[in-house]
């Protein structure tokens, strides 16, 4: 790769990061890890609830399938969970790449 590519480059990420950081920065004011903990929560909980759901099914049906009514209640519970995960990654990496300030806690 030529320098000028690789100057190229540093500058369209430089670029994004900054873009990113004015957007997303004053939208969400003062972020502490203690904010996160709401949001890690609720993700846990969809998990549970789709995992439990998967287990209730499995014990209900014997060597039946099934219902397409039960069925769309696990789907219903994956699409939550799979919603809620990409969104607390989405903030993970938010976080990660600079976009938002987090202030340190204390134990």
């Known amino acids: 790769m030529s320098t000028n590519n690789s100057r190229l ?56 399938s099934p219902t397409t009514e039960k069925l769309k209640r696990l789907q219903h519970l994956r699409v939550s969970f799979e919603e809620l995960s990409k969104g607390a990654q989405a903030l993970e990496t938010a976080i990660e790449r600079g976009y938002l300030d987090v202030e340190g806690h204390t134990d």
């Open 9 to 64: 480059l540093l500058e369209i990420n430089k670029t994004i990061k900054d873009i990113n950081r004015e957007v997303i920065n004053p939208v969400i004011d003062d972020l502490k890890c203690e904010d996160l903990k709401p949001v890690i929560i609720m993700v846990a909980r969809a998990r549970a609830a789709y995992l439990a759901e998967i287990f209730t099914l499995a014990n209900s049906l014997g060597e039946g």
